[in-house]
T-cell receptor, first 114, second 116 residues
Framework: DAGVIQSPRHEVTEMGQEVTLRCKPISGHNSLFWYRQTMMRGLELLIYFNNNVPIDDSGMPEDRFSAKMPNASFSTLKIQPSEPRDSAVYFC????????????FGSGTRLTVV | AQTVTQSQPEMSVQEAETVTLSCTYDTSESDYYLFWYKQPPSRQMILVIRQEAYKQQNATENRFSVNFQKAAKSFSLKISDSQLGDAAMYFCAYRSGTGANSKLTFGKGITLSVRP
């Protein structure tokens, strides 16, 4: 089991550019979550999917953010256009139907927008 | 909506001593799950321990144990025989027991330092 795989680990981009973060959940997990972590706001849930379908995207900060899950083994979080206030660590996590086990997190992507 | 509160931003413990990290939560549900996650400087989120609300017995995992007080909505983490590797940020989290897609709600976290 390779765990939840996120790429890239670090991303530095200029303001206004498009950024795409990628996530591969654990095989067999049917739920996938995107979180953002900042010093000021802590861990915030952006969006989550169940069986590849978006269930709750109320945490997505604005229209510049979008997320997709085209199949059970891949998800993307896109920011277009990026802004300096988007700088944060973005985590992907997956979970199976046994929700008493919490989530398994990826290593996160540290995004810096300059 | 459920909320999770970790009121202490930082704590420090002497190596080999015991430390307790506090967490309270607010919910109207009776079926739920509680978790403690550890985030070391590597930023990887690591599940430390979990507790089912329907279980009266406090969960234990080696040097880590919890004090779960359901009526008081309190869920503290005790670390015994603290080690330098325990230095990290610790997050308390809540997950509803209803619905297969329930999300984790996190507290703000507490930074634990361990003095050699």
């Amino acid at each position: 089991d390779a765990g939840v795989i996120q790429s890239p680990r670090h991303e530095v981009t200029e303001m206004g550019q498009e950024v795409t973060l990628r996530c591969k959940p654990i095989s067999g997990h049917n739920s996938l979550f995107w979180y953002r972590q900042t010093m000021m706001r802590g861990l915030e849930l952006l969006i989550y999917f169940n069986n590849n379908v978006p269930i709750d995207d109320s945490g997505m900060p604005e229209d510049r953010f979008s997320a997709k899950m085209p199949n059970a083994s891949f998800s993307t979080l896109k920011i277009q256009p990026s802004e300096p206030r988007d700088s944060a660590v973005y985590f992907c996590a997956s979970s199976n139907r046994g929700f008493n086990y919490g989530y398994t997190f990826g290593s996160g992507t540290r995004l810096t927008v300059v | 909506a459920q909320t999770v509160t970790q009121s202490q931003p930082e704590m420090s413990v002497q190596e080999a001593e015991t430390v307790t990290l506090s967490c309270t939560y607010d919910t109207s549900e009776s079926d739920y799950y509680l978790f403690w996650y550890k985030q070391p400087p590597s930023r990887q989120m690591i599940l430390v321990i979990r507790q089912e609300a329907y279980k009266q017995q406090n969960a234990t995992e080696n040097r880590f144990s919890v004090n779960f007080q359901k009526a008081a909505k309190s869920f503290s983490l005790k670390i015994s025989d603290s080690q330098l590797g325990d230095a990290a940020m610790y997050f308390c989290a809540y997950r509803s027991g209803t619905g297969a897609n329930s999300k984790l709600t996190f507290g703000k976290g507490i930074t634990l330092s361990v003095r050699p």
